[in-house]
């Protein structure tokens, strides 16, 4: 069983930045890739980035060039250092352990609680 837990939203003036963490715990929870997905109001949750346990990084076409995803595997934890971002990346982000294969990320039923970015002025 793994357990993840969001933290780091908050309220941002456009052009500003955010980094949101991701702890993961639990027996297994070093075993997983991490996938960042936000949704919005209205809208399907979408993959933004996701990271292997090796460190290799996919990006939504949406976010390449403005956020990075890392991670601290000593901390169990991944970061997204979210810059330059727009009323559109309003959403609540959740982060998922799963796997990625193929350039593809598998989501799996452990979810965090999610964490809510507000980009507005």
């Known amino acids: 069983q793994v357990q993840v837990m969001e933290s780091g939203g908050g309220l941002v003036q456009p052009g500003g930045s955010l980094r949101l963490s991701c702890v993961a715990s639990?027996?297994?929870?070093?075993?997983?890739?991490i996938g960042w997905y936000r949704q919005a109001p209205g809208k399907q949750r979408e993959l933004v980035a996701s990271?292997?346990?090796?460190?290799?990084?996919n990006y939504a076409d949406s976010v390449r060039g403005r956020f990075t995803i890392s991670r601290d595997n000593a901390k169990n934890t991944v970061y997204l250092q979210m810059n330059s971002l727009q009323p559109d990346d309003t959403a609540v982000y959740y982060c998922?352990?799963?796997?990625?294969?193929?350039?593809?990320?598998?989501?799996?039923?452990?979810w965090g609680q999610g964490t809510q970015v507000t980009v507005s002025s």
């Open positions: 990271i292997t346990r090796r460190s290799r990084t």
């Open positions: 998922n352990a799963g796997q990625e294969a193929d350039g593809n990320f598998y989501q799996t039923d452990f």
């Open positions: 639990g027996t297994m929870s070093s075993f997983y890739d």
